[in-house]
């Protein structure tokens, strides 16, 4: 597609269950990044995928939270034991990294409420 | 924490009058970002400065960064309507990391 695609668009669930949101980058977009933004709140950095080096991981909450992305394409993050606490909007983002600075496309978000 | 920190935290303004909001942030960068967010959207880039430039225009926007006082501001002229939106500055540090750290963002009300 022509840009970045996150699903679910919304999800809600139930406090302790786990769950999966989907990233599918602009195609031959090498770096792809996760933030996370609650209501009225500015972007929390979660973690940023290069090419095929190791993921900078160092703004992940907790150890509930991972993140892969395979191939260099898709990216999978995935919270496990849901908490109230996990309910935000989770934006993905990719971008050229050698090329125009750099600037980051975002997908529209997955909006996660956890019951 | 956040890299970033926006002033004011919320405008409100006239159709056709000036919008300035700054930016300011801790550590050496490479370069500096600007981001828009309509409610409820992702957000769409408008405008990048690197630290050796000074000043940069995008339309009716005016980007200024001041290296020494670690500050960019970002001005809309003759603001619209739909210049409505949370807006953001992003910077991207120097050395090994690409990670781009966001601020806490302005959010413009223009009243018609």
């Known amino acids: 597609g022509a840009g970045v695609s996150q699903s679910p668009s919304n999800k809600v669930t139930e406090k302790g269950k786990d769950v999966e949101l989907r990233c599918d980058p602009i195609s031959g977009h090498t770096a792809l990044y996760w933030y996370r933004q609650s209501l009225g709140q500015g972007l929390e950095f979660l973690i940023y995928?290069?090419?095929?080096?190791?993921?900078?991981k160092s703004g992940l909450p907790s150890d509930r939270f991972s993140a892969e992305r395979t191939g260099g394409s898709v990216s999978t993050l995935t919270i496990q034991r849901t908490q109230q606490e996990d309910s935000a909007v989770y934006l993905c983002?990719?971008?050229?990294?050698?090329?125009?600075?750099?600037?980051?496309?975002f997908g529209e978000g997955s909006r996660l409420t956890v019951l | 924490s956040q890299q970033g920190e926006e002033d004011p935290q919320a405008l409100s303004i006239q159709e056709g009058e000036n919008a300035t909001m700054n930016c300011s942030y801790k550590t050496s960068i490479n370069n500096l970002q600007w981001y828009r967010q309509n409610s409820g959207r992702g957000l769409v880039h408008l405008i990048l400065i690197r630290s050796n430039e000074r000043e940069k225009h995008s339309g009716r926007l005016r980007v200024t960064l001041d290296t020494s006082k670690k500050s960019s501001s970002l001005l809309i002229t003759a603001s619209r309507a739909a210049d409505t939106a949370s807006y953001f500055c992003a910077t991207r540090r120097g050395g090994a990391t690409n990670k781009l750290i966001f601020g806490t963002g302005t959010l413009l009300a223009v009243q018609p």
């Open positions: 995928f290069q090419g095929n080096s190791a993921p900078d």
């Open positions: 983002a990719s971008s050229l990294v050698l090329g125009r600075g750099g600037e980051l496309f």
